[in-house]
């Protein structure tokens, strides 16, 4: 009898082992991995599912966690605050090989505190500070996920592989209250986790149409518009016109129209002009023959990936090239009224009577230029020699951010992200800081590197004490430099 209560025993752990291994109640959901105490998925994937050869697509990193449940177990790991102490390791999210990148990588983080859904979550990615945004679906079934992703085009068709996500954190499920620490862990450990890498496969293009004339190697939705630049003169004497091109692709793949796409009309040129979305181009033409003022479509052939995909022709509306209004009426005669006489404006001058109306108000508009050059020049050298009057005025960011350059030990990223916060006013992680340092007086080579040697610290500065690498003596100079020469802030 003394046997039977172990025997019960055995068969009950082997019961419950079992019961555990087949899915218990509550266990993870079915494709993802089991997410042990922590309550914490990693989902990476391409949209959409199988690209075809040059098309858009976007690889997606999504962080899924329950919001009671991890965040109470983190272990803060860094010196700068996070919303999520988590370390992401996403390569394929800074660049892909091969591939063209249609956008920038996850952007840098800002003010930390915004907490989950719906504003998103500060978190470390590839050892830089970002911010994820919350999906549309912030929260469902009680947890939060947070999106992270990039749109690229890739023509080489095939299989690519792409390394699995990872994520590193500490954790602790008791902590103590300390005096200096205030609160710490008491079994704290260090996790590392690897998702399912994301599978791209990248799908040939079919062959075009027999006769489809001229093919591009755009792939996506795409929209033409031609337009006569304002302006114009008459056709015989040669027109300008506006072609510009949006659509939902790689739009660096679309190819100028050639002489061919301009029958009965000579190509005089043709430049690439600024556009507020998609690309513009500016063609100048002439027709060969004085009847020929009317330009039929710019069509081109490309690829569209929606539904099952098919070759589109896709094309701008025909053009009429001669300039709207009547043209050549005397200035000062009314449509229909007589013409001025020849030599009246020379007899009134013989006259004694003065210069003409038309005289006095170009030397007035002539006075009036000069006056304002001439306030506007005074102007910038007032500014100029109160720049240089106060060009060595300290301020606290620029002086420590000098001091610390002269101490082989120093943490220089939060010295140098203060002072370019000071002397730009804007977060070095804005999109506009490198436009604001070249405002003040940063050239097109120093503006980038400033930031690229942020970066590095900021790099440097997650690693642990021991592996930190002090930056090289190039580098140090390059922000003396720039220090010491560097205006005050406006």
Do not use: C, K
């Not at 949209?47 to 919001?67: I, K, Q, R, T």
């Not at 023959?289 to 479509?297: G, H, S, V």
Request: no cysteine.
């Amino acid at each position: 009898m003394s046997r039977a209560p172990a025997a019960i025993a055995r068969a009950g752990a082997a019961l419950l082992a079992g019961w555990l291994a087949l899915g218990a109640p509550g266990a993870a959901r079915g494709g993802e991995e089991d997410p042990g105490a922590d309550g914490l998925w990693l989902h990476a994937r391409v949209e959409p599912a199988e690209p075809w050869a040059g098309e858009a697509f976007s690889l997606v990193l999504e962080v899924e966690y329950d919001p009671t449940l991890l965040p109470a177990r983190l272990v803060p790991t860094f010196r700068q605050p996070l919303d999520l102490a988590l370390a992401l390791e996403a390569p394929w999210l800074d660049g892909l090989a091969g591939a063209v990148a249609l956008g920038p990588a996850p952007g840098a983080a800002v003010a930390p505190g915004a907490g989950g859904a719906p504003g998103g979550a500060t978190l470390v990615l590839n050892a830089r500070v970002v911010r994820a945004a919350a999906s549309t679906a912030a929260v469902e079934g009680g947890r939060v996920t947070l999106r992270l992703a990039r749109r690229y085009a890739l023509r080489a068709p095939g299989r690519h592989p792409l390394a699995p996500p990872r994520v590193r954190y500490a954790r602790a499920t008791r902590f103590g209250e300390d005096v200096l620490f205030g609160r710490v862990p008491l079994d704290r450990e260090d996790v590392e986790r690897a998702g399912a890498a994301p599978v791209l496969r990248i799908r040939p293009l079919p062959p075009p149409p027999a006769g489809a004339a001229p093919v591009s190697a755009y792939v996506g939705a795409l929209r033409l518009d031609a337009r006569l630049e304002a302006g114009a003169s008459e056709p015989a004497q040669g027109v300008r016109i506006r072609v510009a091109a949006e659509g939902d692709g790689d739009l660096a793949a679309l190819e100028p129209f050639g002489a061919a796409a301009f029958p009965g009309f000579d190509l005089l040129g043709v430049a690439e002009r600024p556009a507020e979305r998609g690309r513009a181009w500016l063609y100048e033409v002439a027709p060969r023959a004085a009847a020929d003022a009317r330009l039929e479509a710019l069509a081109v052939w490309v690829f569209d990936p929606r539904g099952a995909g098919a070759w589109r022709e896709v094309a701008s509306a025909p053009l009429d090239l001669r300039p709207p209004g009547p043209r050549g009426e005397g200035v000062g005669a009314p449509p229909g009224g007589p013409a001025p006489e020849a030599g009246a404006g020379r007899e009134r001058g013989d006259r004694g009577e003065g210069p003409a109306p038309a005289v006095w108000l170009a030397l007035g508009v002539l006075v009036l230029l000069l006056l304002g050059w001439g306030v506007r020049r005074g102007r910038r050298r007032a500014a100029r020699r109160a720049a240089r009057a106060h060009a060595a005025r300290p301020t606290p960011a620029r002086e420590r951010l000098r001091a610390a350059l002269a101490r082989p030990d120093a943490d220089l990223a939060p010295l140098l992200q203060a002072w370019i916060r000071e002397w730009t006013h804007r977060d070095p992680g804005a999109p506009d800081t490198e436009s604001a340092l070249r405002a003040r007086g940063l050239d097109a080579r120093e503006a980038p590197r400033l930031l690229e040697v942020l970066r590095d610290l900021e790099a440097r500065s997650f690693r642990p004490p021991r592996e930190r690498e002090a930056p090289d003596p190039d580098t140090r100079a390059f922000l003396r430099t720039i220090v010491d020469r560097s205006p005050p802030p406006a």
